[in-house]
């Protein structure tokens, strides 16, 4: 196999990373393979039993630099002063056919200097569900890290319980600089570090940007398009700490992540989440605060710190209002409204509190507005409908409603009963689930598999997603 590496992070100075191989695995059996990406990435892949030597880990290739990267973060609010790669190795990086370049790395591939208390692994369940995930947030055209392949270990793996599958991840990510990555040397007070990284941040991501300050503007405009993009296919992070905050603005690290059947402003899937910090109306907010952190260590390396203190606050100051012009954008086109004016907000806001009120569910009821079935999703139906008929006045003056609701509503996402249903039958060694799932949510807003549409029973319901990944 061939992978046309190109790296650039292992040129960066030693206090950055640290350089370590894989931890070999038992018996690594490919178990998905993402075809498409490895072309677009420049990979020329020949006999797939080394393929999976590869993406477990066993075998390094060639040119590439394998490392560790360091980076810190906060966890939840706290501030945790070094977390690192535990169980990550950045293999190195390719310039893809898209002239693109790209970080290939490693998840559960063994013990780090990072790992601390961890073993360096991930399971199955996991691993493939960041596979059908990230996959199905790339199919929805929303920026994400991507999914190259999953390898099973043929190990052994103990979480909340024993005996579980082990797994390697193949990530794919624009980089996997975070604001945690900033954080380190600024909390450390390594302003030469902090400098080149800012230096390194700018040339890979926003060559425009000619200082700090304009690359935190460059980050903020990024994350303040991410979220709105995220709220407007019902997701939920789940765990968006500082360490898992990207600075090429894609949705990165998805741990206990889901996507909402009914609609709640103040959904929590995370089983860590105790009190609803990173709920999915609170994305916003988190990602302001987010911001305000990678503000706080790219001023330790201003001369000039009031100054700075004053334009980074400026530029904070500005993301509430730049997330709620993207909500708009993104929610107008979900009712059909190209050219949203700001009476639309309110529009939307009643159609979300009416939704949260019947309980109706969010992928379905955009999906099916202006038919019988998003009138189904209803209880309170005279409510609705006097909503329902002041929305059609609004279309009247829309060119193509209709088309442009079609591209802005999926009629299926990664429901987390079909995750939960895929996960378990892989587990026993069935991968048909997975690949009926990640064949439906490559073409997202096609109708091409209804019975995946369904919402779940009550007894097929998933209450909450667990760290333990
Ligand atoms: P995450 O919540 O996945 O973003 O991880 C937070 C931190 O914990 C990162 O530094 C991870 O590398 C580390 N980590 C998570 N799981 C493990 C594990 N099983 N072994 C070692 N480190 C881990
Ligand atoms: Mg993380």
Known sequence: MQIPFDNSYAALPDAFYTRLTPTPVKTPHLLAFNTDLAKLLGIKVGDLQEAAQVFAGNATPAN???????????????????????????????????GTRRDIQLKGSGPTPYSRMGDGRAWLGPVLREYLVSEAMYAFGIPTTRALAAVSTGESIWREQGGLPGA???RVAS??????????????????????????AIQRHYPDAKGPMDLLRAVCTAQAALIPAWMAVGFIHGVMNTDNASIAGETIDYGPCAFMDAFAQTRVFSSIDQTGRYAYGNQPNIAVWNMAQLATALIAQMEDRDAAVEEATAIIHAMPDQIEANWLTRFAAKIGISTPVEEDVKRLEHLLALMQDDG???????????????RDQFVNREAFEAWHSAWQARLSTEPDPQALMARSNPAVIPRNHR???????????????????????????????????????????????????
């Open 64 to 98: 590439a630099a394998p490392l560790a990267q360091l980076y810190a973060g906060h966890q939840f609010g706290n501030w945790n002063p070094q977390l690192g790669d535990g169980r990550a190795i950045l293999l190195g990086e390719v310039i893809g056919t898209d």
């Open 168 to 170: 390697v991840l193949t």
């Open 175 to 200: 980089s996997h600089l975070r604001v945690g990555t900033f954080q380190i040397f600024a909390a450390r007070g390594e302003i030469e570090n902090l400098k080149t990284l800012t230096q390194y």
């Open 360 to 374: 109706a569910d969010f992928t379905n009821t955009f999906r099916a507005l202006g038919t019988d079935a998003a």
């Open 419 to 469: 995750v939960e249903e895929m996960i378990q039958a892989a587990v026993a060694g069935d991968m048909a689930p997975f690949e009926r799932l990640s064949r439906a949510l490559a073409t997202p807003y096609a109708e091409t598999d209804p019975d995946l549409h369904r919402p779940p029973t009550s007894d097929e319901i998933v209450p909450a997603t667990f760290c333990g990944t």
